[in-house]
């Protein structure tokens, strides 16, 4: 038996057993062509050649590579020349009537095998570098979701499945398809995406488990308790008894209203990502929904308002009765959807993030506007509303450049209802300027995740909770209710903290969004408290001096 600690990123136990996620590979589709058919393969061919010369040159140009690394791309640019797989390619698509893919797999194949034979060290890595070619060529030759063997594998995995990885990128988190009984990963934080996706499908998930991927096998029966953030590997009898026993105490529901024993109503709500399922529960409505994770579930989606439209119509029927909030494409970090990754690195470089860069691509806004629009107003206002929120904005210039654009687009759709626009508030700028922006527009939502990233200079990825003790994000918060003349909500993860819904209480909150696992418990805690003594917790820790004089005020009530 061997124990291994790491961090909680979504609640739950379970047991079950380890499945290690596959190692990023292609499955190449064979397809036996018709005369006509031959010439647009060959073109879709040499748009993928295109598009990796393109991605590569990017490469090059602006990243901080080394000399030794930018000539290993230089060497990938001159491959993409290289007339024994170019020409080769096509001589194959022509003579033997096959797809593209196919007959690029061949030629690299028949080329590393000569490559290796040739049993020469520098041939050896010209070999291996030509897989990654390769592998670039086909990954945009195909669909990434159904080329790559991780999707098939993950829509295949059974439910006493523990997903075990090194770490786990967003995109890849929405293949996964059948309930499974949770997640370990070696790295990531427990603000990252995959943290936040596995809390939104309720998911029990550990990150940050050191030791991880060395300790494990396949199929070995493991522990997963991510309350008390413990996995163990191969339990004995007396272990995965009193496991069972703590896992049988379950959760409680919430009904609505949740009111405070004083009487205070507050109003939860819930973050949403997927449009094909509505969470169950009692809430008031989606006070966040992610929208860059729709992009990365279809990559086809860009440009493609007609599904878009659909799919937001989808998401407005099955809220029916409650208020959705679309988050407009946050795009930037680990949310980048492969789509739109080529056309979108150089703009991100340049420091271009949420409605910064959506203001510079205006073709991706606009799409997205038309299509959010169009289902308004293919759904009516009634019985579902729809909200409009723009992320990381900093500036008024931003809120006022996107007001202006809104209202041309707006014209251009027939019964299209004025749609209330609100702002996240996750830079420290966006805050300061609350009082300002009141007058820009109809609400605000905090983004704790990133604020608490730009308020106390830490990397995101690699957050473990000590971030929520600090006295300077909940100043930042203070001065926010301060000075907004608009309603604030706060959909950060930190609403979710069962041990600071008093302190948001205290502080002036009233209305928190959250992943809906956690609305019973919260709700609960709300129940049980009174709104002074919330707001006397509230004038402690905006008095504290540092995390560990916050920890001991919360800890005096929980
Ligand atoms: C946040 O930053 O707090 C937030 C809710 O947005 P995201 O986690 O998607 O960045
Ligand atoms: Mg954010």
Redesign the pocket.
């Known amino acids: 038996m061997t124990v291994l600690r790491g961090l909680c990123a979504s609640p739950g136990r379970a047991p079950g057993r380890a499945f290690f996620l596959p190692d990023f590979q292609m499955t190449v589709p064979q397809v036996s062509l018709t005369e006509s058919e031959i010439d647009s393969q060959i073109s879709r061919f040499d748009d993928a050649v295109l598009k990796s010369k393109e991605q590569i040159t990017l490469l090059i140009e602006n990243s901080d590579l080394s000399q030794e690394h930018k000539e290993i791309f230089e060497s990938h640019l001159m491959q993409l020349q290289d007339p024994m797989i170019v020409d080769e390619t096509k001589k194959l698509i022509r003579e033997r009537r096959i797809n593209s893919e196919w007959a690029f797999s061949l030629c690299v194949d028949s080329i590393k095998e000569k490559l290796q034979k040739l049993n020469n060290e520098i041939f050896r890595e010209r070999a291996a570098d030509l897989e990654d070619v390769a592998n670039r060529i086909l990954s945009n030759l195909i669909p990434v979701a159904e080329g790559d063997v991780r999707v098939a594998y993950l829509r295949s995995l059974p439910s006493d499945a523990i997903l075990i990885a090194r770490e786990i990128g967003p995109s890849l988190m929405l293949h996964i398809r059948t309930p499974i009984s949770g997640i370990a990963t070696q790295d990531g934080g427990i603000?990252g995406?995959m943290a936040?996706l596995a809390r939104s499908r309720g998911i029990p998930a550990l990150v940050g488990v050191t030791g991880l991927l060395a300790s494990l096998k396949n199929q070995d029966d493991i522990l997963l308790d991510a309350v008390q953030g413990i996995l163990t590997i191969h339990p004995d009898e007396l272990q995965a008894a009193e496991f069972y026993k703590q896992e049988k105490k379950g959760q409680s529901l919430s009904d609505l209203p949740v009111i405070l024993k004083s009487k205070e109503t507050i109003s939860l709500w819930i973050?949403a990502d997927d449009e094909s399922y509505a969470a169950a529960g009692n809430y008031e409505g989606v006070g966040?929904f992610?929208t860059?994770f729709l992009y990365m579930k279809y990559p086809d989606l860009a440009g493609n308002t007609e599904k878009e439209t659909e799919i937001y119509s989808n998401i407005l029927r099955s809220y029916s009765g409650k208020t959705v909030t679309f988050?407009l494409l946050?795009l930037g970090g680990d949310?980048l959807p492969m789509a739109l990754a080529a056309n979108l690195g150089q703009a991100m470089k340049e420091g271009y993030r949420g409605i910064r860069l959506l203001l510079h691509e205006k073709q991706i806004l606009g799409s997205q506007l038309r299509a959010i629009l169009r289902a308004a107003a293919r759904t009516g206002t009634q019985p579902c509303r729809c909200r409009i929120m723009l992320?990381?904005v900093s500036f008024r210039e931003e809120i006022e450049e996107y007001k202006k654009y809104y209202l041309n687009i707006l014209k251009e759709i027939p019964d299209a209802p004025e749609v209330p626009t609100g702002i996240?508030l996750?830079t420290p700028a966006s805050c300061l300027m609350a009082d300002v922006f009141s007058g820009c527009v109809d609400f605000f939502?905090?983004?704790?995740?990133?604020?608490a990233q730009f308020t106390l200079g830490l990397d995101r990825a690699g957050q473990d909770d000590s971030i929520y003790f600090q006295p300077a994000l909940f100043r930042m918060i203070d001065a926010v209710l301060r000075k907004a003349s608009v309603p604030v909500s706060i959909?950060?993860?930190i609403a979710s903290r069962t041990d600071l819904t008093r302190l948001l209480i205290g502080l002036g909150l009233r209305e928190l969004s959250m992943s809906s696992i956690f609305l019973g418990p919260v709700a609960e805690i709300i129940r049980h408290s009174t709104l002074s003594e919330c707001e006397l917790q509230a004038r402690e820790v905006l008095q504290a001096a540092d995390a560990d004089c916050v920890r001991k005020i919360l800890e005096r009530r929980s």
């Open positions: 603000t995406h936040i973050n966040l992610r860059e988050r946050d949310k992320p990381l996240m996750e939502s905090l983004g704790t995740n990133d604020l959909c950060g993860e």
